[in-house]
């Protein structure tokens, strides 16, 4: 019987022993397996690189190991396509982002972004290249347009793949605020952007690039109609729901086309406290993109704004929109009317420079706009 025992106890010890040895023969041979492919590997990528000047297998695999920090240009340097799959809520909050530093340790051209607010084509783009022409390193381009409309601009035109993700946009209704604060969203991610204006395809600048660029850039204060109308398209369209955000007595309206510097520019994308009361109860009559702006601002900013819009508009006959200009409207006493006959604050000094812009005016003007441009505008 022991001596049984004895027998089956060396077999298991047997066993054992040869289990031992053949499994690390098994991890080893995994082991030469896994490093022929990689040599493999090395071998093929040696070739690409040697013979057929392929490098991107071997950048690519490099890079999967090891990650590069991120240079300061990387944070500078403007998106390289403005079209992305961000949606409001992720673009509104990358765009909020704001140095706590003063100043900028790298050299900055301030520019100003020309913001388009249009339902498809551009009718005054010819106008408008003839203004930019020259100018290249001061401005940059936004065109926000119907989701469904795509520009056919030749590939040297300044508006070129300048189209931002868009929405559907409803006149006098919140998505209007929308599209705003998405292009003004949209050019903040470009750091060298300091000051914004709002434009529509209906809009001609009236005076020359430099002008405009010297005029803007040297305003302590950001253009923005905002007055109090006790009237009943005024403080008529105020809804007391508003409360206790908004009370009657701080109801502004103003034009929707504003000039805004960097910094109101991130006051308007990043408020969510004003939004929704003016989503909810600014309806119908109330025609939200004269209100929400203004209203919020003259509470949050009071002393950043200069009241009034650089955008000449004609209200004279009434209505529920401006005056449209025609061909027959286009003479040289129409603008000298425009551009001096209005007194106006301009850093806390009278002026009669008031307008850089003007708008509504009817595609059959652009020819003689384009023909009379340097004695009319300068440009």
């Not at 991610?189 to 434009?199: A, G, M, Y």
């Amino acid at each position: 019987m022991q001596l049984r025992l004895v027998k089956i106890a060396t077999l298991n010890s047997t066993r054992t022993t040869n289990q031992s040895r053949g499994f690390p023969m098994r991890v080893l041979g995994f082991m030469l397996l896994f490093l022929g492919i990689v040599i493999g590997v090395s071998i093929i990528n040696m070739f690409k690189i040697r013979y057929l000047g392929i490098v991107e297998g071997a950048h690519t695999l490099i890079q999967s190991c090891f990650k590069h920090p991120d240079s300061l240009q990387d944070w500078i340097e403007p998106p390289l396509s403005y079209m992305h799959t961000l949606d409001d809520n992720e673009l509104f909050w990358r765009a909020s982002f704001v140095p706590q530093i003063e100043g900028y340790p790298f050299k900055r051209i301030s520019k100003i972004a020309f913001m388009f607010l249009t339902r498809g084509p551009l009718p005054f783009s010819p106008l408008w290249e003839k203004f930019f022409k020259g100018n290249e390193e001061f401005y940059t381009i936004y065109v926000h347009t119907m989701p469904s409309y795509r520009a056919n601009f030749s590939t040297t035109s300044v508006f070129y793949k300048k189209q931002i993700p868009s929405q559907v946009v409803e006149w006098g209704m919140m998505s209007m605020c929308d599209a705003e604060r998405r292009l003004l969203a949209n050019a903040l991610l470009d750091i060298s952007n300091e000051w914004f204006v709002l434009l529509s395809e209906a809009c001609i600048p009236l005076q020359n690039f430099k002008i405009i660029y010297r005029y803007i850039s040297r305003s302590r204060f950001s253009f923005m109609g905002a007055f109090d109308e006790p009237g009943p398209y005024g403080r008529g369209r105020y809804d007391q729901r508003m409360l206790p955000e908004v009370n009657i007595a701080q109801w502004r309206k103003g034009s929707q086309w504003f000039e805004a510097n960097r910094k109101l520019a991130i006051d308007i994308i990043k408020d969510i406290e004003y939004y929704p009361k003016f989503e909810q109860f600014c309806r119908d009559l109330c025609y939200v993109d004269e209100h929400y702006f203004p209203t919020m601002l003259t509470i949050q900013s009071p002393f950043a704004l200069a009241n009034r819009t650089l955008t000449y508009v004609d209200w004279s006959k009434g209505g529920a929109h401006p005056a449209r200009f025609g061909k027959y409207d286009i003479t040289a006493e129409f603008f000298r009317k425009i551009q001096q006959d209005h007194t106006c604050v301009y850093n806390n000094q009278p002026t009669t420079v008031c307008f850089l812009f003007a708008r509504k005016f009817a595609p059959d003007t652009l020819n003689i706009l384009l023909q009379n441009s340097t004695q009319f505008f300068g440009y």
